[in-house]
């Protein structure tokens, strides 16, 4: 009896989540934002990444970033740093996750009206951040060389709900044993919508390929505004 | 008010915890088996790790290991097959950590009163394993070069709570901007008392202090039993 009243609690605070984040999204998408979440484990890459991304494209578009971390703002320091944008950093208090309330609550505190481009720097945690949806348009993971091959196996519920995955640190690959068709062969068996990109934000390898995924995705939602 | 309830809601959750905890560590003292929670991020060569470990103790030591994961059987098979010991999975049902409740209801199946030494392979996630009390002994955690010196200001539980904290895969060094006085520094202002070897499963190097640890450990609880 116990458990089944346990689950009932988790499918109202999914269901009250959902609700939090289709609103989000539509908000988004009225005033002509891309929003994306990206995820990673802990030491992916995701800041270096991102901070490479932002600089290849900022000329072009207005971009904002919302950085998500337990304590530190030591990543919404550094993205601000190296790129000029605007970064908001969200301490999270311990928690594992960022959820559409979460998001809401820090939206309420950024004006994101003008940007054409949102991107939400999850925690570094390939568990939890996958159960909530955060009202992002997309979700982008990260999976990097170090990390193996064989995390899709592991953490199947990350890359099912990834619309991007990303290898990276392809510039390690000499030192690490990491099988790219096999990887790609695991997240395509969870997911076979997913597209899966190589890429080194060190070298730039990669980097046009990922440029112009973000691009068509900022003209998509600017067609439904 | 409603924030308030919720609180102690999770102070319940803890107490109940970290009772059934102390119950597990004291049956293990009893029995003269040191017992050992090994965390990290995905990724960082917990197996791999353990595998050299474990091989390089089973001709003095009865040894255990029981194996978190989300899904799959990947990690117990390995240490099985790659060492010889009796291996555990415990499937979590996705979630993103093990409490002593799980701990307990996996040793229910499992007959480790001979053993010397049981290791718990926990779920590859910085967040959320530190904060439940397994009915562990000790606490280790694995950081490993290619994630970043910075780990410990965004994960600072995770090293609060660990005794021995493993900078691995030193072999890489090359290739990865990791400055270890920094981490070093850094995991001790949080945690003075913690104990940080420098290692690499891949080369040996920095194995034999590590293995010294875990046999003066072992030691310890036999002194108590």
Same mark, same amino acid.
Request: a negative charge; proline letters at 3%; hydrophobic letters at 40%.
């Given at each position: 009896m116990?458990s089944?009243?346990v ?6 605070? #999914?269901?009250? $989540?959902?609700r ?10 009225d005033?002509?934002?891309f #929003?994306? =979440? ?5 030491g992916s890459? %995701?800041?270096?990444f991102?901070?490479?991304l932002? $600089?290849?494209m900022?000329d072009?578009y207005?971009i904002?970033?919302?950085d998500v971390?337990i304590?530190s ?6 993205v601000a740093d190296?790129t000029?944008v605007?970064s908001?950093?969200i301490h ?8 559409a309330?979460?998001?809401?609550r820090?939206?309420?505190g950024?004006?994101? %009206?003008?940007?054409?481009?949102l991107?939400?720097? =999850?925690?570094g $945690? ?5 159960? #909530?949806?955060?009202g992002?348009?997309?979700n982008?993971?990260l999976l ?5 091959d064989?995390?899709?196996? %592991?953490?199947p519920?990350m #890359?099912?709900v ?7 640190k392809?510039d390690?690959?000499?030192y690490?044993d990491?099988?790219?068709e096999k ?7 969870? $997911?076979?919508?997913?597209q899966v990109?190589?890429?080194?934000a060190?070298?730039?390898?990669g980097?046009n390929?990922? %440029?112009s995924w ?9 067609t439904?505004e």
């Amino acid at each position: 009896m116990s458990s089944v009243r346990v689950i009932q609690v988790q499918e109202n605070v #999914f269901a009250k $989540n959902d609700r939090e984040a289709d609103r989000i999204r539509r908000t988004m998408t009225d005033q002509g934002t891309f #929003f994306v =979440n990206v995820m990673s484990a802990p030491g992916s890459g %995701k800041t270096t990444f991102l901070t490479a991304l932002i $600089n290849s494209m900022k000329d072009r578009y207005r971009i904002g970033e919302m950085d998500v971390d337990i304590e530190s703002s030591l990543d919404a320091q550094r993205v601000a740093d190296l790129t000029g944008v605007e970064s908001l950093q969200i301490h999270n208090c311990g928690l594992c996750h960022i959820d559409a309330d979460m998001t809401a609550r820090a939206l309420a505190g950024y004006d994101t %009206k003008d940007l054409d481009l949102l991107i939400l720097e =999850n925690i570094g $945690n390939l568990v939890c951040p996958a159960e #909530f949806d955060t009202g992002a348009h997309k979700n982008v993971m990260l999976l990097s060389v170090p990390e193996g091959d064989d995390k899709p196996l %592991k953490y199947p519920l990350m #890359f099912q709900v990834s619309d991007l995955v990303l290898l990276t640190k392809i510039d390690t690959l000499d030192y690490f044993d990491f099988d790219f068709e096999k990887a790609e062969e695991r997240i395509l068996a969870l $997911n076979p919508r997913a597209q899966v990109l190589r890429v080194s934000a060190l070298t730039g390898e990669g980097m046009n390929s990922v %440029k112009s995924w973000f691009e068509a995705e900022i003209a998509a939602v600017k067609t439904l505004e």
